[in-house]
C-alpha cells in the first residue's frame, strides 16, 4: 500500500498554506515561491504520479497526470469580488480516462490550512448527463443501495452528499424507492480529516484507501455518462 516515490506533504507546506491565508498578496508570494515549490508544488506532483501507479493497480481507467490532476494555486479573479490572487488550499483532481477534467465521476482532495479532505463523485453534472445518472439509478437502484449501504461505505463516508432538490424532478415517480437519490443535484462523498493528516504517515495510505472503498461509487456513476457520450453521433467532416 505505501508508494515508494511518496508518504506524506512536509509540515513546511502548512506552514505556507496558514502564511498564506494571512498574506494573500503577489509580493509576498513572489518572496516564497521557491518554498512554495519545494514544500506543496512538487509534492503535489509526486503524489500524483504515485497514484497513477497505484490507479493501475485497482482503478486503472482513472487518469492521475500533474498536468490533468493538479490544480493551479494561481485564482482566476476576472469575475469575482474576492480579488486575492492566490488559493489557499493546494487541490488535485482525478477524473475517468477519456471524460474532462470536470466530467463524469471523479477522485478530488484538497490540503488546506483547516482541513485536509478526500472525497469524489460528481460535482457539476452537464444537463444531460444528470439526466443519464437519475435514469441509470431509476433503473438500478438496488445496486446504489448496496454501495451507499454497505458498512465500508458508511464507516468511511456516512451518507451520499450533495445538493439536492426540493421535489423529484419530473419524469420520474416521487414514489420510487430511489426518491430521495433522483432529487440530487450532485453525488459526493468524502471524509473530512483534520489537515496535519496530510504531514503524518499515514497519508499516503489513507488517501488510496479512502479512493478505493469510493470507487464503486465512482464507477456506477460513470457508467450511464459513458452511454451518453459513446450514443452520441459523430461530428461532420
Known sequence: MKSKTFTAFPE???????ALKRHNKREWFQERKATYESAIKTPMQELIEALATDFNRFA???VATPKTSMYRIYRDT???KDKSPYKTHAAAMFPRR???????????LHIAPTELLIAGGVYMPMPEDLNA???YIAENADTLFE??????????????GGEQLSR??????????AAEYLKRKQFLAGRTLPPEEATSPRFYKTVVETFETMLPLIRYLNEPVLKVR????LPLD
Not at 12 to 18: D, G, H, P, V
Not at 230 to 233: A, E
Open 98 to 108: 477519456g471524460f474532462d477534467k470536470h466530467q463524469g465521476a471523479g477522485f478530488y
Open 60 to 62: 486503472p481507467e482513472m
Open 168 to 177: 423529484v424532478p419530473r419524469g420520474f415517480s416521487a414514489e420510487h424507492p
Open 147 to 160: 454501495i451507499v449501504q454497505s458498512k465500508p461505505f458508511r464507516k468511511m463516508f456516512g451518507e451520499l
Open 12 to 18: 513546511e507546506a502548512l506552514r505556507f498554506l496558514k
Open 133 to 135: 445518472i437519475r435514469s
Open 78 to 80: 476576472r469575475f469575482s
Open 230 to 233: 459513446r450514443s452520441k453521433p
